[in-house]
């Protein structure tokens, strides 16, 4: 008998869920009252909720909004050689690169097609148009929940962007779209909630942006000092002197730090190892 209630409760909802879907809601924002309603009776967790908001964001959001636009694109040349495109794909960590011919994007390079031709029986020369696979064009103004139904169903993981005059303005990639409904995607090197700095056996360590410079000289016994910043990923910026791109590098007091996620407007992770000094 004591159930009753709840089970009724629940059916109450769901019906009223079903009503809504079947006769289609007059608005989302009718959708999300039902949702968020649900929430408050604990029948959708605080989590599910949010990421069904995004979604319902997501289809109102436009590539221009989260692209990464041109000057911070990491590319290759069409005429560069083997020896030259290796350190861009090991400093970048990606795995797909746009091919440049004269400021247009000709197609796309995989990093496991160059494995190949880092064997040592593999006397094949190496010849870029021979490897490229094509590049997939869309325009800034496309929605985003559009974009992520044909990356599905086309099975890619890149797009180019360009402007209303057909010029390369950006690239998205599939992790980018799926960001903006899960959340930041986290890899082997990101750090969970609690901890700013995490120190690795290879003596290198990933540290947030947003940790303290107080907190930096506590890890690591230095003496980092600014009027002008409270954190670390403040005092980076201030030695680039420009908004760098992920992969970018700058030595700062016998430590060397490099990027490993920005955008636009801050950078958001870094690598920070002792520098190599001359004997």
């Given at each position: 008998?004591?159930?009753?209630?709840?089970e009724?409760?629940?059916r109450?909802?769901l019906?009223?869920l079903?009503?809504?879907?079947?006769?289609?809601?007059k608005?989302?924002?009718?959708l999300?009252e039902?949702?968020?309603d649900?929430?408050?009776r604990?029948?959708?967790?605080?989590?599910m909720?949010?990421?069904?908001?995004?979604v319902?964001?997501?289809?109102?959001m436009?590539?221009?909004?989260v692209?990464?636009p041109?000057s911070q694109?990491?590319s290759?040349?069409?005429n560069?050689?083997?020896e030259s495109?290796l350190p861009?794909?090991i400093?970048s960590?990606?795995?797909?690169?746009?091919?440049?011919d004269?400021?247009?994007?000709?197609?796309?390079?995989l990093a496991?097609?160059?494995?190949s031709?880092?064997?040592?029986?593999?006397?094949?020369?190496?010849?870029?148009?021979?490897?490229l696979?094509?590049?997939?064009?869309i325009?800034?103004?496309k929605?985003?929940?559009?974009?992520?139904?044909?990356?599905r169903?086309?099975?890619n993981?890149?797009?180019?962007?360009i402007?209303?005059?057909?010029?390369?303005a950006?690239l998205?990639?599939i992790?980018?779209?799926?960001?903006?409904?899960?959340?930041?995607?986290?890899d082997?090197?990101?750090?969970?909630?609690?901890n700013?700095?995490?120190?690795?056996?290879?003596?290198?360590?990933?540290i947030k942006?947003?940790?303290?410079?107080?907190?930096?000289?506590?890890?690591?016994?230095t003496?980092?000092?600014?009027t002008?910043f409270?954190t670390?990923?403040?005092?980076?910026?201030?030695?680039?002197?420009?908004?760098?791109r992920r992969?970018?590098?700058?030595?700062?007091n016998n430590y060397?730090?490099?990027?490993?996620?920005s955008d636009n407007?801050?950078i958001?992770?870094l690598?920070?190892?002792?520098?190599?000094?001359?004997?």
């Open positions: 008998m004591k159930n009753e209630p709840v009724e409760h629940k109450s909802w019906e009223r079903s009503d809504l879907l079947i006769r289609e809601p608005d989302r924002a009718q999300m039902v949702l968020r649900a929430e408050d604990d029948i959708l967790s605080s989590e909720l949010g990421m069904i908001e995004s319902v964001h997501v289809s109102e436009q590539v221009r909004e692209m990464i041109k694109m990491v290759v040349n069409l560069d050689n083997l495109i861009i794909l400093e960590g990606h795995s797909r690169f746009p091919v440049i004269e400021d247009d994007v000709i197609g796309i390079l496991k097609d160059l494995l031709f880092l064997v040592e029986k593999n006397n094949d020369p190496f010849i870029m148009t021979e490897i696979r094509p590049a997939i064009f325009p800034q103004s929605r985003l929940d559009n974009l992520l139904r044909e990356f169903s086309n099975r993981h890149m797009a180019i962007v402007d209303e005059y057909g010029h390369l950006g998205i990639t992790e980018d779209v799926l960001e903006q409904i899960v959340g930041e995607i986290e082997e090197y990101d750090i969970d909630e609690e700013d700095i995490k120190k690795h056996e290879d003596g290198t360590a990933t942006a947003a940790a303290t410079i107080e907190d930096f000289n506590t890890a690591f016994g003496n980092f000092k600014s002008e409270d670390i990923g403040g005092l980076a910026l201030k030695g680039f002197g420009h908004m760098p992969g970018e590098s700058i030595t700062l060397k730090f490099k990027v490993l996620h407007r801050r958001h992770l690598e920070v190892k002792p520098a190599k000094t001359s004997s």
